[in-house]
């Protein structure tokens, strides 16, 4: 059974940068593509960025192209998400997530079937 526990998020001012981490456990973590998510009060679950399952190729959502980065350590099976120049509208719960299917890339949430239990980023204005 996969189990991916992100950490990392907090209250920060506009500007500021966060790290997020998620730890992956229950399958072998270099083999499948991971995910950063997030949900704002009242709106849907929206990707934010993704990564292959080998990390050579990624994507963005365009609000955070330029400011996020997403990376991998399949030695540590952990996913990141570098986040700077961060403004109030990136206020929301991040979410992790794996793909279902290994040596796959995906750039939406349909094709991830695990999910972590989400923290929360605060930007102050």
């Known amino acids: 059974q996969v189990q991916l526990v992100e950490s990392g998020g907090g209250l920060v001012q506009t500007g500021g940068s966060l790290r997020l981490s998620c730890a992956a456990s229950?399958?072998?973590?270099?083999?499948?593509?991971m995910g950063w998510f997030r949900q704002a009060p009242g709106k849907e679950r929206d990707v934010v960025a993704t990564?292959?399952?080998?990390?050579?190729?990624?994507y963005y959502a365009d609000s955070v192209k330029g400011r996020f980065t997403i990376s991998r350590d399949n030695a540590k099976n952990r996913t990141y998400l570098q986040m700077n120049s961060l403004k109030p509208e990136d206020t929301a719960v991040y979410y992790c997530?794996?793909?279902?299917?290994?040596?796959?890339?995906?750039?939406?949430?349909?094709?991830?079937?695990?999910w972590g239990q989400g923290t929360q980023v605060t930007v102050s204005s």
């Open positions: 229950g399958r072998t973590f270099s083999s499948y593509p």
């Open positions: 997530a794996q793909g279902g299917a290994p040596y796959t890339f995906y750039t939406n949430p349909t094709g991830f079937g695990s």
């Open positions: 990564i292959s399952w080998s990390g050579a190729r990624t």
